[in-house]
């Protein structure tokens, strides 16, 4: 899965996630999209992992969302920049959830190719308790992210399902960076 092992993860996940930005443009396990393209938050859902006729009353997963190769993918020294977290989403109801980093769109900088942008989805062990978060127009949290280290902290193991596009700079990544605070 173009590197994810090791530079995320330590295991591929047995799952792919199903990412569908606004009009109905699919993320398809490293196609490249633009910035402009995934500007705006995408739906994520996935394959049921309960069983038939377990209760999902208790059933929680986080979503995270990285671009592991800033400022380059050869020189990744801000490793990795966190685009969105999401913890306590029901196994339900994939659209709700905590909210910890609001999403934000890639944004590679001119002349540094091709980032990967990796969503992966951890099944819980119970509810997590973490206060953190991350505004839209904040950058303050999002730099040398680890969800190595975030999934370690939280108990989370190994992620489940992931999926992942590729994508350089494009006319909206100056647009997007204006929207930064902070």
Do not use: C
């Not at 999209?33 to 038939?52: A, C, F, I, M, R």
């Not at 490793?79 to 339900?92: F, G, S, V």
């Not at 190595?148 to 647009?175: E, M, S, T």
């Amino acid at each position: 899965m173009n590197d994810l092992v090791p530079d995320v993860v330590d295991v591929v996940p047995a799952g792919i996630l199903q990412v569908i930005y606004p009009g109905s443009l699919a993320v398809n396990l490293g196609k490249e999209l633009t910035p402009t393209q995934v500007k705006d938050k995408p739906t994520v859902t996935w394959e049921s992992l309960v069983g038939e006729n377990e209760d999902v009353s208790n059933q929680y997963y986080t979503l995270l969302m990285v671009d592991p190769d800033a400022p380059s993918r050869s020189e990744p020294t801000y490793r990795e920049i966190l685009h969105w977290a999401k913890i306590n989403i029901p196994a339900d109801a994939p659209k709700e959830g905590q909210v910890l980093a609001e999403y934000i769109g890639s944004g590679p900088p001119k002349g540094t190719g091709l980032h990967r942008y990796i969503f992966l989805l951890y099944q819980q062990r119970g509810k997590i308790q973490d206060s953190l978060y991350i505004g839209k127009t904040i950058r303050e949290g999002r730099l040398n992210f680890s969800a190595r280290k975030f999934a370690g902290k939280h108990g989370l193991g190994a992620p489940v399902a992931a999926n992942f596009y590729v994508a350089q700079y494009d006319d909206y990544v100056p647009i997007r960076n204006k929207e930064f605070t902070g």
